[in-house]
């Protein structure tokens, strides 16, 4: 039974998921489905000094609310734009004395907005929040607990002269963001900064395999007229060709997870049993646990436990090191876990590929690009093997790798690496997202130094020399 229209999606009745979307016409791969502003969203409390309250981009210096001294922006026209929004959460932080949780502060923002428009703010919104699920009655007793601390975290922050609801629907509403928060990026899409709520995505089923991606696109925030500005908007787009009436879907958790564990994750967080085909049939579960062959035999089941044993306790003190910002430390555990590892599990394996990750990424904060490059290499083999091929952690891993190689001189690997992530994130995020811009400049100067590569190596190997070591081409000499 279909429900409600947006331009090319409809709401259907899914079966035992309950709603869904699904189109009303074909769709090509990077296609954008459809775009949502958020209904309400937060800055993590951990960032509320660092991220702009408006727009969600990351600022050094940002711009402090004189009044509350909770929110910072990047100017006095960001503010000015958010100023509807937070005037309410403005005086009811000056009333507290201080800012509550973002749980709370996301909740009482909801119902704000809620007072202002009704739980419906357009046309385009195909559901309300009250009709989407809280799972509460799915939700294990420490959860329960949880929830009751955030009510009344709530009771004691909400204002009296504001419209008063009871407790249960207050729950049902930190219900929903509890299975329906989606995290917003900054402005470059590299690091979770807050959260918010989104009803249509809302509706968006979960694969493991899916056929959309969700990105954050920010819009333009710099004109001086905020009426100009874009609202923080998300974006579904299209990850192949997908056929009228079929269902929309986007993944909720990483691929890079063995069936069974992607399955308890989705359990604990979203309250389903994911019956997905991937899942269903363990697809790639035989390559994510897979080990090396030697002359057609494979090492003995007790040697296969005795190294992932290892890999699993190695992960810990590697996770317990990077924290503690000892990053000598965390190369000597990998090289270890490594010379283990080789001899026994394939390149596919995601114990190894943990390990990779994490030595390319640290080598490289290190400056020992050479042997970062090796291993963000062996990593982008095996993630290819795994990921599907426009998949957005996929393409910025390649980004990354690309951007290693290309640090460490290996220029051909590198460019050609970046233009792999560039022709995914066309895909992904689309031309016009600011992560896309910057692989399109870094394709160009790769691009550039390839040429004068193939021209003469010892004058491109000279050039990067000079450059890394701040240091005029022939020693310095007068010529």
Known sequence: MTLQKKDAVEVFAAGEKGRGLRTTKEMQAGEVVFTEASFAAVVFDSLYLQVCHNCFRKQANPHRCAQCKFAHYCDRTCQRSAWEEHKLECAAIRQQGRAPSENVRLAARTLWRMQR????????QLTTLDLLEDHI???????????????????????RNSKQFGVEYISHIFGVIKCNGFTVSDQKGLQAVGVGIFPNLCLVNHDCWPNCTVILNHGNQTALDTALHSQRRIELRALGKIAE????????????????????????????????????????????????????????AELVKEVTDFSVQALTKIEEARTTGNFHEVIKICHECLEKQEPVLADTHLYLLRVLRIASEVLSYLQIFQEAAEYARRMMEGY???????????????????????????????????C???????????????????LESMRTQTEMELRLFKENEHVYHSMREAVLSSKPIGGGKVQ
């Open 117 to 124: 428009h009704t739980s419906k703010v357009s046309d385009g």
């Open 245 to 300: 009436g079929e269902e929309l879907t986007v993944s909720y958790v990483d691929f890079l997870n063995v069936s069974k564990d992607r399955q308890q994750l989705l359990k604990q967080q979203y309250y389903f049993h994911c019956k997905c085909e991937h899942c269903s049939k363990g697809i790639k579960d035989d390559l994510m646990m897979a080990v090396k062959e030697k002359d057609g035999k494979k090492p003995s």
């Open 137 to 159: 009655s799915d939700m294990a007793p420490e959860d329960l607990k949880d929830l009751k601390v955030d009510v009344q975290k709530f009771l004691e922050y909400w204002p």
């Open 384 to 418: 290819t093997k795994l990921y599907h091929p426009n998949n957005a952690q996929l393409g910025m891993a390649t980004m990354r790798a690309g951007v290693i190689h290309w640090h460490a001189g290996l220029i051909e690997a590198g460019h050609g690496m970046i």
């Open 420 to 438: 792999k992530a560039y022709a995914i994130l066309m895909i992904t995020h689309g031309p016009h997202h600011p992560m896309t811009k910057d």
